[in-house]
């Protein structure tokens, strides 16, 4: 069983940066890539970003590359998203998610097993 809890969330103006956490709990963390994911209040949850089981290797969303980084502190369990220049439209609820294989991660949704509770982002105009 892995619990994931994020953390890091708030109201930000457009052009600040936000910093997302995620905790995760149980001895697997440290071999399964993670992702982060967001969901806009009538919309689909959609693919932020990835993260390989040991860091090495990271994927971004187009909207969100050159912007946002992801990084893993597994000594920590914990999962990093870094947010910068955020704009109105980054407003979503972000998620993070334990990718359900031993594989490179993918960006699809379902191909994810264990979800944090989420934590909202509001970016002002």
């Known amino acids: 069983q892995v619990q994931l809890v994020e953390s890091g969330g708030g109201l930000v103006q457009a052009g600040g940066s936000l910093s997302l956490s995620c905790a995760a709990s149980?001895?697997?963390?440290?071999?399964?890539?993670m992702g982060w994911f967001r969901q806009a209040p009538g919309k689909e949850r959609e693919f932020v970003a990835a993260?390989?089981?040991?860091?090495?290797?990271?994927y971004y969303a187009d909207s969100v590359k050159g912007r946002f980084t992801i990084s893993r502190d597994n000594a920590k369990n914990t999962v990093y998203l870094q947010m910068n220049s955020l704009a109105p439209e980054d407003t979503a609820v972000y998620y993070c998610?334990?990718?359900?294989?031993?594989?490179?991660?993918?960006?699809?949704?379902?191909?994810?097993?264990?979800w944090g509770q989420g934590t909202q982002v509001t970016v002002s105009s």
């Open positions: 149980g001895r697997t963390f440290s071999s399964y890539a």
């Open positions: 993260i390989s089981w040991n860091g090495g290797r990271t």
């Open positions: 998610a334990k990718y359900a294989k031993l594989s490179t991660p993918t960006v699809t949704p379902r191909d994810y097993d264990y």
